[in-house]
C-alpha cells in the first residue's frame, strides 16, 4: 500500500520556538490533510490542502502542500505548551475521486514536546 | 450536532470472543471508515463506506466485518478475537470522497 514518511519523530522544544515537521511519499496525493491527536482523544484536523503549491494557514499553523504532489510541511510558530500532541499527516492518493474512494494514508505521526 | 460518537471507550476481550464496536454520525456524511492505531504506526485503514448499504475493505481488514444499512450507523465486528487485535479503534466520518475525516473519540480494546 501507499506509504508517508513523516519527520521527524519526536521534537523536544522550548515555548516559544517555531517547529516544521514534514511528510513525503513516493506516490503522488491530491490531498494533504494534517492532525493532531491529544492523549485518549481521536485525531482532529487543523488545515486540509487540495492544490499543489498552496500555502494555508490556521493561526499559528502553516501548511503547504509541496509543488511534486509528493510531500507536504507544517509549521508552527511561537509554541506554547498546549501545543504537545501528536501530529499526524494524511494523503489521499491521486485519482481518489474514482478508485482510491478516500482512503487516507496516515504518517507515522510526530510527537511535540513543549518544554514552558 | 454530537458529530462522531463511539461506544464502548474501553473493552477487554478474551481470545475467541466476538463483539461489535459501534459507531455513530450525525452530520449526514455519505463516507465513514474504521481505522486502529497501534504504537509507532499512525492510523491504518480497516474498512470503509461510500453510502449506506456499500462497504470496501481497507489495508487491514482480516478479522474484521462491516455493514452500513443506514447512513448514521457504521458498526464494526469482531467475529473471534486474537491478541494481535489488540488496539486503539477510530471510526471517522466525511461530507465527500476527497475530503477531510472527522474522527471519533476511539474505542481501546484489549484481547487477553
Known amino acids: 500500500g501507499q506509504q508517508l514518511n513523516q519527520s521527524p519523530q519526536s521534537m523536544f522544544i522550548q515555548e516559544g520556538e517555531d517547529v516544521s515537521m514534514n511528510c513525503t511519499s513516493s506516490s503522488i496525493f491530491n490531498t494533504w490533510l494534517w492532525y493532531k491527536q491529544d492523549p485518549g482523544e481521536g485525531p482532529v484536523l487543523l488545515i486540509a490542502?487540495?492544490?499543489a503549491g498552496e500555502l494555508t494557514s490556521n493561526g499559528r499553523l502553516t501548511a503547504q502542500f509541496g509543488i511534486t504532489r509528493k510531500d507536504s510541511f507544517l509549521n508552527i510558530s511561537a509554541s506554547i505548551p498546549s501545543d504537545v500532541g501528536i501530529y499526524f499527516c494524511a494523503g489521499l492518493p491521486w485519482g481518489a475521486g474514482g478508485t482510491s474512494y478516500g482512503k487516507l494514508t496516515f504518517g507515522q505521526g510526530t510527537i511535540l514536546t513543549v518544554h514552558p | 450536532n454530537a458529530g462522531v460518537t463511539q461506544t464502548p471507550k474501553f473493552q477487554v476481550l478474551k481470545t475467541g470472543q466476538s463483539m461489535t464496536l459501534q459507531c455513530a454520525q450525525d452530520m449526514n456524511h455519505e463516507y465513514m471508515s474504521w481505522y486502529r492505531q497501534d504504537p509507532g504506526m499512525g492510523l491504518r485503514l480497516i474498512h470503509y463506506s461510500v453510502g449506506a448499504g456499500i462497504t470496501d475493505q481497507g489495508e487491514v481488514p482480516n478479522g474484521y466485518n462491516v455493514s452500513r444499512s443506514t447512513t448514521e450507523d457504521f458498526p464494526l465486528r469482531l467475529l473471534s478475537a486474537a491478541p494481535s487485535q489488540t488496539s486503539v479503534y477510530f471510526c471517522?466520518?466525511?461530507?465527500?470522497?476527497?475530503?477531510?475525516?472527522?474522527f471519533g473519540p476511539g474505542t481501546r480494546l484489549t484481547v487477553l
Open positions: 490542502l487540495y492544490k
Open positions: 471517522a466520518s466525511s461530507p465527500r470522497l476527497a475530503g477531510e475525516q472527522f
